[in-house]
């Protein structure tokens, strides 16, 4: 069965810190991991994509890494900042088109 | 450009009545999908349009959930009867063609059945 599991579900770090969340995921045949953001009222927004020959990908402060070996990807936040607080999905394509979320990681980032 | 437009944003109804949603997608998006989203949890696809075929129906609850998308732009996505299970958050998304694009989101519809 396609599933994503995100850890932790929640996690809450003081401003400027850093953080990772991780995603594991038994997904066949893989295509690409996409990371979403989604603010409080608001539809996600891709962060990065993921194909299976690429190890590490970056948009800002965002780094995104794949294993596809162990499938596994993580999403770095470094220095956080207040606006990073949402919630971060992490969303993998199969081949035929088969597209299949997890149930996201909460993160609140204190002042 | 205008991204995702859906409306109502928020919606709130007795058990037993029915209830619609619009989406409009962004100019060019060939692919809609219609997602339902609890609270802490990720979307869960609906029904996902080709222009205007449903080329993947199979979670949508045919029983009280319809959809089209007649012209292959706009799409209505609706609940007759609607139950207090149905309370949730309707994401209506779109990506330009197929499903190997990034899918742009709407900011959804917030349903609250009493």
């Known amino acids: 069965k396609n599933q994503v599991e995100q850890s932790p579900q929640s996690l809450i770090i003081l401003e400027g810190k850093n953080c990772t969340l991780q995603?594991?995921?038994?997904?066949?045949?893989?295509?690409?991991l996409r990371w979403y953001k989604q603010d409080t009222g608001r539809g996600p927004v891709s962060l990065t994509i993921m194909t299976f020959s690429e190890n590490t990908k970056s948009n800002g402060r965002y780094t995104a890494t794949l294993d596809a070996d162990t499938k596994q990807s993580s999403l770095h936040i470094t220095a956080s900042q207040l606006s990073d607080s949402a919630s971060y999905i992490c969303v993998v394509k199969t081949w035929d088109d088969k597209i299949i979320f997890g149930k996201g990681t909460r993160l609140h980032i204190l002042p | 450009e205008a991204g995702v437009v859906q409306s109502p944003r928020y919606k709130i109804i007795e058990k037993k009545q029915p209830v619609a949603f619009w989406c409009n997608p962004i100019s060019g998006h060939n692919t809609l999908y219609w997602y339902l989203q609890n609270l802490g949890q990720g979307p869960e696809l609906l029904i996902r349009y080709e222009n205007e075929e449903a080329v993947d129906d199979s979670q949508l609850p045919k029983d009280r959930f319809s959809a089209e998308r007649l012209k292959g732009v706009d799409s209505t996505l609706k609940i007759q009867p609607a139950e207090l299970g149905d309370s949730a958050v309707y994401l209506c998304a779109s990506s330009p063609s197929g499903g190997g694009y990034e899918q742009f989101f709407g900011p959804g519809t917030r349903l609250t059945v009493l």
């Open positions: 995603c594991n995921y038994t997904v066949s045949p893989f295509s690409n």
